[in-house]
């Protein structure tokens, strides 16, 4: 089975689907790819960008499958580039949602971060897991963890990498608790989400050192064999 990420547009909105249930909805390279070419259009035209999961799924996090063939050189790309992505969509000065059931995880909670706003079901969870293997989220979550929710909640789950439901979630201000259409994808639906509005931001920039750092952490996770692990 192929990973599948598509775009629907809805007219004022682009909106972004996961649809690999073999995988729970993973970031995969082709993913990637989906989400890199709808932030871009956004970007150019003012669209509101949405995510959306299929399967009861929002996203599993990075594919695992394409993290333990990464040496060092290609960890450090794939952070550079993912971080661009997310910091594109929270500075991009075009509406973005994410829809969250089930699973947001790892790098899919990343990009549920990066968006001005998460409306999330009371069966979703979130957690960053990279952490249980020794290496933090690379594609920004550590600041757009930490500009939600500030400095100190945020590095406690950033330490721990337990896992946290939505009412606890709701609770400490990273998404809003509300149960979510069958079918979401549609200007009335999306535009009745997000009169919450937008928060004030300051500009995230891509931290090449960091993604440094992340690559080493991940070289070494996989050398321990931790990432296979689990």
């Known amino acids: 089975m192929t990973d599948k990420a598509y775009s629907i547009d809805t007219g ?19 993913v990637s790819n989906a989400a890199e070419e709808a932030v871009s259009k956004c970007t150019t035209d003012g669209k509101g960008l949405a995510f959306y999961g299929m ?9 695992r499958s394409e ?8 960890a450090f790309e794939r952070s550079v580039r993912a971080q661009k992505m997310c910091f594109d969509i929270y500075n991009g000065g ?7 059931r089930g699973h947001c995880i790892g790098k899919g909670f990343e990009v549920a971060l990066a968006c001005d706003l998460i409306v999330a079901e009371s069966n979703a969870f979130f957690q960053f897991p990279e952490v ?11 600041k757009l963890l930490e500009e939600r929710i500030g400095k100190t909640e945020a590095r406690e789950l950033l330490r721990t990498g337990r896992r946290f439901d939505a009412v606890e979630a709701s609770d400490k201000g990273i ?29 995230l920039e891509v931290d090449r050192e960091f993604a440094q750092s992340y ?16």
């Not at 399967?55 to 594919?63: I, K, L, V």
């Not at 993290?67 to 290609?74: A, H, K, N, P, Q």
């Not at 075009?94 to 969250?100: A, K, R, Y």
């Open 12 to 30: 004022n909105w682009r909106v972004i689907v996961f649809d690999s249930p073999h995988k729970r909805n993973a970031f995969s390279e082709s």
């Open 55 to 63: 399967n009861g799924y929002f996203c599993s996090g990075a594919d």
């Open 67 to 74: 993290l333990v063939s990464l040496d060092e050189r290609g």
């Open 94 to 100: 075009f509406p973005s949602l994410s829809l969250v």
């Open 132 to 142: 249980l293997l020794g290496f933090e989220p690379g594609s920004g979550g550590v």
């Open 175 to 203: 998404c809003m608790l509300s149960s979510i259409p069958a079918d979401p994808v549609s200007d009335n639906v999306l535009a009745s989400f997000y009169i919450c509005g937008e928060v004030g931001k300051s500009e």
């Open 215 to 230: 690559a080493k952490q991940v070289v070494e996770a996989l050398k321990s064999g931790k990432l296979t692990e689990m």
